[in-house]
């Protein structure tokens, strides 16, 4: 779990690095790093201000704004508060950083907390499958306190059967759609279809649901980058190791989305796909206009992959 406070107290002792390479093109101003809005199509210095000792910002033409280094990375990346602190401590492991002996004992525990509680979960419904109307897959759920969470399991290395997937982190979702994670999860992705299934075409999505999503409509090999932060990341990864798959990259569609999308779009072998009809992500096509649908449009992807 990302440490907020240390990461603000870290950030302090080289935040030029960090702003530098978190919004470029920008210039220190007093106290302040100046720099164009990088959700919006800035066209000059200005508006868009940060303090320099906190990351606290404020852009004076529209309104956005946050208190800290990491309710900017939350803006920048357009996610969650605690994916946005993992996501720094990927990008600056100064700002995660323990001594030595401290990084080992803690890397043991986690090692141990993974496997524990994978132990520890059961195949079984939940709540959050019900409202995407997706079933398990190869996560599983865990019970506890009389909480209930879907563990999915995250790794780094496609295997070729289950017996060869090595567990890295896990990600938990609660019964109302909140998720966290075990530990950094960069790079790391979750195999949403059968192991087994043929690796000739890879379809990557950003989250779980929407990855269970095509994999029940389609016979693609499916996985999950978790997130449209780690997409680039994952696709790297996955043309290193497979340079001879096809990849599909199932694009949310939001600003999000196509963003992400578009900065793997020059890695070969790799096409985009968006859901049709204005839908924002392949699991909303599917709970409105069912598997077939879905199970279409990536059949015309293959089909022009093919040409």
């Not at 982190?169 to 059968?194: M, P, T, Y």
């Not at 499916?222 to 997130?227: D, Q």
């Not at 985009?272 to 204005?278: A, E, K, R, S």
Request: contains cysteine.
């Amino acid at each position: 779990m990302a440490n907020f406070a240390q990461i603000k107290r870290k950030y302090r002792e080289n935040p030029i690095a960090v702003l530098q390479q978190l919004v470029r093109q920008g210039k220190i101003e007093g106290s302040d790093y100046v720099a164009l809005n990088p959700r919006r199509k800035d066209s000059k210095l200005g508006s868009f201000r940060i303090d320099i000792n906190t990351g606290r910002f404020h852009d004076f033409a529209t309104g956005d704004k946050g208190g800290s280094i990491i309710d900017l990375a939350t803006f920048i990346y357009n996610c969650g508060i605690v994916e946005a602190a993992q996501h720094l401590e990927s990008l600056f492991p100064f700002l995660a950083r323990q001594p030595l002996a401290v990084q080992g004992i803690l890397a043991k525990k986690k090692e141990i907390d993974i496997r524990y509680i994978w132990r520890k979960s059961i195949v079984s419904g939940h709540d959050y499958l019900k409202n995407k109307k997706i079933l398990l897959g190869n996560a599983l759920v865990n019970n506890d306190k009389g909480r209930s969470h879907l563990v999915i399991p995250l790794t780094d290395f496609i295997p070729s059967n289950y017996s060869g997937f090595i567990i890295k982190a896990l990600q938990f979702i609660d019964e109302d759609g909140n998720k966290r994670f075990s530990g950094s999860f960069k790079g790391l992705f979750h195999v949403a279809s059968d192991y087994e299934s043929s690796k000739d075409v890879i379809a990557i999505s950003e989250g779980y649901a929407t990855a269970r999503s095509i994999a029940e409509s389609t016979d693609l090999f499916v996985i999950a980058a978790m997130s449209a932060c780690n997409l680039k990341n994952v696709v790297e990864k996955i043309s290193e190791q497979l340079p001879r798959s096809q990849i599909i990259i199932a694009a949310d569609n939001d600003n999000a989305g196509k963003n992400a999308a578009q900065s793997v779009s020059d890695i070969p072998n790799t096409r985009i796909v968006y859901p049709t009809q204005g839908f924002k992500d392949f699991n909303d096509m599917y709970q409105a206009v069912g598997a077939e649908e879905v199970r279409n449009v990536f059949i015309q992807m293959k089909e022009k992959s093919n040409d």
